[in-house]
């Protein structure tokens, strides 16, 4: 049987294999084979070389953070009672809002800039971080092409995270250490949170120049408007600014800030995100900005500042700065600036008062003057001068005869008259003010002197009410501006203002400039308080020794020696005269020195100090009789404190100065709202109200004891040194003080509803003020024109005792010599409060009947 060509082949491979020698194979079966083992070889090496990178670098990384639990460093807030803000506390200025809240036209304008594919890629865009590679070389080796970032938005929140976890220095470094973790960081975030949650961290993360982190905090810091507020093209200038914040900064590159922004139009027309139209609508938008507003320092800087002292030193600092606290101080915002513009004005009429310290410069030579000019040429520009703003003027001409001056502010040439600097007379504190008033501009002023002038219109240029001279008027032309001569003051000035009856803080100020110097003299100066300190004195005596207002006092000479230092001290009366007995109503309404020392020297040394830390004073008393006239120091926050005690007829309590403090959830951290502040959420009024029934105070004198103290206070607004304060036409009282040679001159005073105390002097004695300034010239005007602000719309009561309190007084007319009881025909009588078993009993020997009536409180 024959066989075919087949199987004759297969017969001889068998034969082939049965002899032990195996088929020759072709040579690229062995190389595939070779391949694939390699291939299979080397991916498991890259694997296992990959993992091991992974676990390496992602060894430390941070936690995916939880979007419900994303709680940045933000601004801590600081309101006033009255919801104006007051200042804002931060490291990173970031204010967090919520996605919803972010239009999406934003939202586009970032991924089109930024990140385009950002819908697609899981987290790291391979293709666009090596085309931004290439691009980036090329123009590094002269082929064109500009350098680009290859992070995509999920990388650069990537960023965020770790900056937030490890510091700036080390997240931002340029190595390939901190792009690999970079990367396995954006990819574990594509896998824990959606597109939205990465793009709600990232526009709440990024910084985008200017103080601002987050779009809500750029969109007030360059917009001052709230991010849903923005226009097209603002959302496009703010998107433009996470590669280059400075680069591209609207404020010290605007035209580079309008091309980048054109940019991103583009960008978000090719995406097809807006329109053509839109884009350049958008796209002719002025680039126009504003600088942050500093609230702090441009509003009530020594309050806002207490608060922030306060909160620091109770929370910290690190959870001010990070923690986003909203703070609702107990400032009212009218009765602040109130207070502001009342110390400015009063500082700068004592300080003329004083006398004119000379130029701020002197330029000798005619080429400084020339270049003094055009400097202030060229930063006023075009401007026109401004009624009642104040400029620095060179002098060019001095009138021969003394009647003004030239005066050339920029490129603004005006006149000095005499009437607008008659107050500038040499320093001289033993001086009468009105009698050394200017009679010549010569006396004082030189061509080349660099002076500070405030413009004002004609009507306007008096001096000590001295009207405008109608001949010079006359003789000057229609538009020749007019200045007035004015200095920066040396003097500095506090005021302190309490609600007593809410315990609330609601105006202080600290200093006349808190930007040259940040010294709180409300809180930190130590001062004399002088005849200040007297009602304290005379409190003691009314409770502790049972005294009256009818009380006999002998004014006359006094020697005190103090054993221990053999020092003699022989006092004086402001008036260096003395009256023979008087009443201690007397002695305290006109502010007698000699009876003050003896009702000092009755209570006791030791039993004074103790009662004056009693009644709150911080500060420790000399152990002399001169602290009787005020010689201890007090602060004028503490003395305010004081006076409030005596409004509420001796009970003392806390004064507030932060009403209340939320943390970044809204908790209430602590709240001490009185129940009657309309400012306040009812909710809050009820709550915090409530509380304060267990916190009733102390009470440090009877209630009598402190009606009593009131109504003598009132007297010495009636008729005695605090007369002046009778021009707020509402019930007042109050005393004044003032130290020896006017140091220090103050005035604490109140109504039923309002304590304030005010104070003036030098910071360092070295001078005192002149030698007529007292409590009643210097710092009881800053009081008057401070409260007359602040009780505008507000009606005051007259100080009248409660009916829980009425039935232990009595109200009894003294005869003013004697102490006793006035008969009906006495002329030289007063009112006068008792406490019942205290009255006297004797009458005034007087021709006819002897009266014992009462009669109601009345001008005495």
Not at 33 to 47: F, I, N, Q, V
Not at 185 to 201: F, Q
Not at 345 to 369: H, M, S
Request: proline share 5%; aromatic share 10%; with cysteine.
């Amino acid at each position: 049987m024959s066989m075919n060509s087949n199987e004759k082949t297969d017969r001889s491979q068998s034969k082939l294999v049965l002899d032990g020698v195996p088929p020759k194979r072709p040579w690229w079966v062995f190389l595939l084979k070779l391949a694939a083992w390699a291939t299979l070889t080397g991916a498991t090496a890259a694997a296992l070389v990959a993992v091991g990178i992974y676990y390496h670098f992602s060894q430390g990384l941070p936690d995916i953070p939880k979007v419900d639990q994303y709680w940045p460093p933000i601004v801590t807030e600081v309101y006033t009672d009255d919801a104006v803000l007051a200042g804002e506390f931060y490291h990173h200025r970031r204010k967090v809002v919520p996605y919803e809240r972010i239009p999406k036209r934003l939202v586009q304008a970032f991924i089109a800039s930024e990140d385009s594919s950002f819908f697609d890629h899981h987290g790291v865009d391979v293709l666009g971080t090596a085309r931004a590679a290439f691009k980036t070389i090329s123009k590094k080796l002269g082929l064109g092409g500009s350098t680009q970032g290859g992070s995509t938005l999920t990388q650069q929140t990537a960023k965020a995270v770790l900056i937030a976890a490890e510091g700036y220095e080390s997240a931002t470094a340029k190595n390939l250490t901190r792009k690999i973790r970079e990367a396995i960081l954006a990819r574990r975030l594509e896998e824990a949170l959606t597109k939205e949650e990465i793009l709600y961290l990232y526009l709440n993360n990024v910084f985008l120049g200017h103080h601002s982190y987050g779009v809500q905090s750029a969109a007030e810091n360059y917009y001052r408007k709230d991010v849903r507020d923005l226009t097209l093209g603002e959302m496009a200038l703010i998107a433009g600014l996470p590669q280059a914040p400075s680069r591209y900064s609207p404020f010290l590159r605007p035209d580079a800030a309008k091309k980048r922004r054109s940019y991103v139009l583009r960008r978000m027309r090719d995406e097809g995100m807006i329109s053509e139209a839109e884009r350049k609508q958008a796209d002719e938008e002025a680039v126009q900005v504003f600088p942050v507003e500093d609230v702090f320092h441009e509003f009530a800087p020594f309050f806002t500042e207490q608060v922030r002292r306060d909160v620091v030193e109770r929370y910290t600092n690190k959870v001010l700065l990070n923690e986003g606290l909203k703070v609702f101080a107990t400032m009212d915002s009218e009765r602040q600036r109130g207070a502001q513009e009342a110390v400015l004005e009063g500082l700068l009429a004592i300080d003329k008062r004083q006398g004119f310290r000379g130029p701020v410069l002197q330029l000798a030579t005619e080429q400084e003057r020339k270049a003094f000019l055009a400097k202030a040429t060229k930063v006023l520009g075009d401007e026109k001068l401004t009624e009642n703003r104040l400029y620095v003027g060179l002098v060019t001409k001095v009138d021969p005869d003394g009647k003004g001056a030239e005066v050339q502010v920029g490129p603004h040439k005006g006149l000095l008259p005499l009437m607008g600097m008659r107050w500038a007379r040499k320093v001289n504190p033993e001086g009468y003010y009105p009698g050394l008033m200017l009679t010549s501009v010569k006396k004082v002023l030189n061509v080349g002197d660099v002076l500070v002038v405030r413009h004002v219109v004609r009507k306007e240029l008096t001096d000590d009410n001295v009207q405008f001279d109608k001949k010079m008027d006359k003789e000057i032309p229609e538009d020749l501006p007019l200045f007035r001569l004015e200095q920066d003051p040396e003097l500095q000035s506090a005021l302190v203002s309490i609600d007593p009856h809410r315990q609330y803080l609601t105006a202080m100020v600290g200093g006349y400039d808190f930007d040259a110097n940040e010294f709180n003299r409300a809180f930190q100066a130590c001062r004399q308080p002088g005849s200040s300190y007297k009602p304290l004195v005379y409190s003691a005596a009314l409770e502790q020794l049972g005294w009256t207002g009818a009380t006999i006092i002998v004014d006359s000479p006094i020697v005190e020696h103090d054993p221990d230092s053999g020092v003699s001290w022989k006092p004086d009366n402001y008036s260096e005269e003395f009256k023979g007995d008087v009443l201690l109503r007397t002695a305290l309404v006109n502010s007698m020195n000699i009876p003050a020392v003896k009702t000092f020297a009755a209570v006791g040394v030791k039993n004074m100090a103790e009662w004056a830390r009693h009644l709150g004073l911080s500060t420790p008393m000399n152990m002399d009789f001169s602290a009787a006239l005020g010689s201890s120091c007090v602060y004028p926050y503490d003395l305010a404190n004081v006076y409030a005690t005596f409004n509420r007829y001796g009970r003392k309590k806390p004064t507030y100065f932060v009403r209340k403090i939320e943390d970044r959830f809204g908790r209430t951290l602590e709240d001490h709202t009185a129940y009657d502040d309309a400012w306040a959420p009812l909710q809050d009024r009820v709550a915090a109200g409530y509380a304060r029934l267990s916190e009733p105070g102390e009470q440090v004198m009877s209630p009598e004891t402190g009606f009593i103290l009131t109504s003598l206070l009132r007297g010495v607004v009636q008729e005695g040194t605090g007369a002046p304060a009778q021009k707020l036409g509402k019930p007042a009282a109050g005393k004044t003080g003032t130290t020896n040679d006017s140091f220090d001159t103050w005035f604490a005073g109140f109504t039923r509803d309002l304590v304030t105390v005010t104070w003036v002097g030098y910071d360092k004695n070295e001078h005192p003020l002149g030698r007529y300034e007292t409590g009643g010239r210097a710092s009881l005007p800053i009081w008057l024109s401070y409260m007359k602000t602040a009780l505008a719309t507000r009606p005051q009561s007259e100080f009248w005792p409660p009916e829980w309190l009425r039935e232990n007084l009595m109200l009894l007319r003294v005869d003013k010599r004697t102490g006793k009881l006035a008969s009906s025909g006495t002329k030289d009588a007063v009112n006068i409060w008792f406490k019942k078993g205290t009255q006297p009993d004797d009458v005034t020997p007087e021709k006819g009947s002897v009266g014992t009536q009462e009669f109601l409180m009345g001008a005495p």
